[in-house]
């Protein structure tokens, strides 16, 4: 084998903007570098994500102090290049200032732009497929965003800290990051707060000290996960540790929602039997940690943030999640966080599977058949506003329309009824199985189950999500 000489060069800015172009010895071919794209090219949200690059992973140390409700923090990012890098984007949206970026160690041009855009200019381009590390310092409070259709998210204050909570697009208010889900990485978070306060994040929890006054807490989530399922809970909480059949177990309750002990141990044994049962149906729980952190956020809804949903309880003081919500949360970690849509219009396939999910939990708790549930949302009349988006494609400011949930779980009930009992337990199981960790579209579920099945259903997908109005029967 021989080797290609190595070329030397520095590297020049021509007259296009954000091109450059490296020069080269007589005989050898200049390397062009261009600027990666400054979205992913999801429709829906058009300035989410980044291109140029990959992401593998991510590690942010935050510090939180209760006198300014800031935050001090270093995020690197370790990521490979997927063309000649010019320059390339960050998601960071929101008010924090950056003290300090540097590129592969050494320090980079940098500026704001546009709606959530951190534009990154490294002192010499990055080649394609080389790894590269991009380590950014800043601090102050981060912002809060409050969407008219899509609700709060990103850093939430709470009375005695703050909680994250990112879907869509909360992410990029905390850390730099490439926020699409197609761009999953691993995490670990190193948190640091007064050691009055408890620190929480998803993953697996690697230890904690503390010293002169202050707890650091780490935490690694060890499986990909997509930056809108990231998490961070600050504040005082009565944390529950066990282990379910081999799987740590770590369930948190805010102390200022006034849940009794008995309730927090009721709420921790519910996570690790609901979660045995959803396994039975779905295959071997992916990750390598499980729980649940009941907050008070006020934000009015549960989030399967990854391997730790969240909980908002702060409308419904003195109880814990009802174990279809639990269900609910628990079966996304399947189906929306080991399995993660490669779009948003595909979100149905996170929320069909875990509606599902509390409809085949009453069946097994309250004998309360899946087929009376699915009778029960089809009774809704055919002028409601459930029947008005498409399921598969519901509009940015729909994601969370009732039928992206309730429709959703009914055309996996059609869909059942359409290839029968044996196959659809396969497929609950071999859909996870075929692309865990990674990302699908509805093409692929539908091509996926026709496979599987052998059945032609391109009928049954045309009328159930595709179609705006009541699907007939």
């Known amino acids: 084998m021989t080797k290609t000489p190595r070329v030397i060069a520095a590297v020049a800015l021509t007259a296009t903007a954000g091109l450059l172009v490296s020069a080269a010895p007589a005989g050898a071919t200049a390397v062009r570098y261009t600027p990666g794209a400054p979205g992913a090219g999801d429709p829906y949200f058009p300035d989410m994500g980044n291109g140029g690059y990959d992401v593998s992973h991510y590690d942010v140390g935050l510090k939180y102090d209760p006198a300014t409700k800031g935050i001090q923090a270093v995020t690197a990012i370790k990521a490979r290049a997927t063309q000649n890098l010019s320059r390339f984007n960050l998601d960071f949206l929101g008010p924090l200032k950056i003290s300090a970026l540097r590129v592969n160690g050494a320090k980079a041009a940098y500026k704001r732009t546009g709606a959530q855009e951190l534009e990154i200019t490294p002192p010499k381009g990055l080649r394609e497929n080389r790894k590269f590390t991009v380590t950014v310092a800043y601090s102050g409070v981060p912002h809060t965003i409050n969407d008219d259709a899509l609700g709060t998210s990103g850093w939430i204050p709470t009375a005695d800290g703050a909680v994250m909570l990112n879907q869509p697009f909360g992410a990029a208010t905390v850390y730099p990051v490439n926020d699409h889900p197609t761009d999953k990485a691993t995490y670990s978070f190193t948190l640091t707060a007064p050691k009055d306060l408890t620190t929480l994040a998803g993953g697996d929890f690697a230890g904690k000290a503390t010293k002169g006054g202050w707890t650091v807490s780490h935490w690694r989530m060890r499986q990909p996960m997509a930056s809108e399922l990231s998490m961070i809970a600050i504040g005082r909480y009565d944390v529950i540790s066990s282990t379910a059949k081999g799987v740590p177990n770590i369930t948190a309750t805010d102390q200022g929602l006034g849940i009794t002990a008995a309730q927090g141990q009721d709420f921790h044994r519910q996570t690790a039997d609901i979660q045995d049962f959803l396994a039975a149906n779905f295959g071997k729980y992916p990750f390598s940690s499980t729980g649940g952190i009941v907050a008070k956020a006020g934000v009015g809804y549960a989030l399967e943030t990854q391997g730790r949903p969240m909980y908002d309880l ?106 029968g009992e044996k196959d659809f337990a396969k497929l609950l199981k071999a859909w996870h199985t075929a692309n865990r960790d990674g990302n699908a579209s509805s093409q692929d579920f539908i091509r996926f189950s026709e496979k599987l099945s052998g059945e032609q259903l391109d009928a049954l997908f045309q009328k159930w999500v595709y179609t705006s109005g009541k699907p007939s029967l």
């Open 314 to 419: 702060a409308r419904r003081p003195g109880t814990i999640p009802r174990p279809g919500l639990i269900a609910h949360e628990l079966a996304h970690q399947w189906f929306g966080d080991s399995v993660t849509p490669e779009r948003w219009a595909d979100i149905w396939l996170n929320e069909g599977f875990a509606t599902y999910s509390e409809w085949m939990l009453a069946e097994k708790q309250d004998g309360k058949p899946v087929q009376e549930s699915f009778d029960e949302v089809y009774a809704t009349p055919a002028d409601d506003d459930l029947w008005k988006p498409k399921t598969a494609d519901p509009g940015r400011d729909n994601i969370f329309h009732g039928t992206v949930y309730d429709r959703g779980a009914m055309t996996l009930h059609a869909l059942r009824k359409a290839i």
